[in-house]
């Protein structure tokens, strides 16, 4: 069973549409993390966000942490091709010493011209 | 700086062979950690190190062993491969946990 729940599985999407990306759990995190994974490559960070409400935006992404510190969305605005990728949320635990992350299954978003 | 590296990239083993994986940064990072990707299931901590010469056990150790003998290095062995660990094997290090370097990963297939 996956501590962190993504919402949807899979996205595909034309060039210029917006999509939002879920991540939800029970449990509240000190940190939560968005990493975003292409083929045959390691994730990267794209963001940390810590505090409650917080909210961070990188360019056309936008991303939020709820207050309850449970869950985060990834919202990206007028998306383009090279945002194709595989979309991953972790989050480190409140009772976790060495920063260990969990990760969602993520989140698969095709976007084509 | 060529960040994290892991070698080798891909390796097919029978049933019952062993391997060691190798993971290095140049980073100077103190944390270290071993996942494996399986379709659907996301990145599931293996093993990780808080330090040289320490190693602690994560969410699937099971099947698995590790060293830290130096900083910069991280071994993931497998004594005797099972197809249940096909999979997709990513290191990463850390300079004081939370922000991960990954690196390119290993494909592995036990037949």
């Known amino acids: 069973t996956q501590l962190l729940e993504q919402s949807p599985q899979f996205l595909s999407i034309q060039e210029g549409e917006n999509l939002t990306v879920y991540c939800n759990s029970s449990?509240?995190?000190?940190?939560l993390q968005w990493y975003r994974q292409e083929p045959g490559e390691g994730p990267v960070l794209l963001v940390t966000v810590v505090t409650g409400g917080e909210v961070k935006k990188l360019k056309r992404l936008t991303f939020q942490f709820g207050d309850a510190r449970k869950d985060s969305s990834l919202h990206i605005t007028a998306a383009q091709p090279g945002d194709t990728g595989l979309y991953l949320c972790a989050a480190v635990s409140l009772t976790d010493s060495w920063g260990k992350l969990q990760f969602g299954a993520g989140t698969q978003v095709v976007v084509t011209p | 700086n060529a960040g994290v590296t892991q070698t080798p990239k891909f390796r097919v083993l029978k049933t019952g062979q062993s391997m060691t994986l190798l993971c290095a940064q140049d980073?100077?990072?103190?944390?270290m950690y071993w996942y494996r990707q399986d379709p659907g299931m996301g990145l599931r901590l293996i093993h990780y190190?808080?330090?040289?010469?320490?190693?602690a056990k994560g969410e699937v150790p099971d099947g698995y062993n590790v060293s830290r003998l130096k900083k910069q290095n991280f071994l993931l062995g497998l004594e005797s491969a099972a197809p249940s660990q096909t999979s997709v094997y990513f290191c990463?290090?850390?300079?004081?946990?939370?922000?991960?370097?990954f690196g390119p990963g290993t494909r592995l297939t036990v037949l």
């Open positions: 190190s808080v330090g040289e010469g320490t190693t």
């Open positions: 990463a290090s850390s300079p004081l946990a939370y922000t991960q370097y």
């Open positions: 980073m100077n990072h103190e944390y």
């Open positions: 449990s509240v995190f000190s940190s």
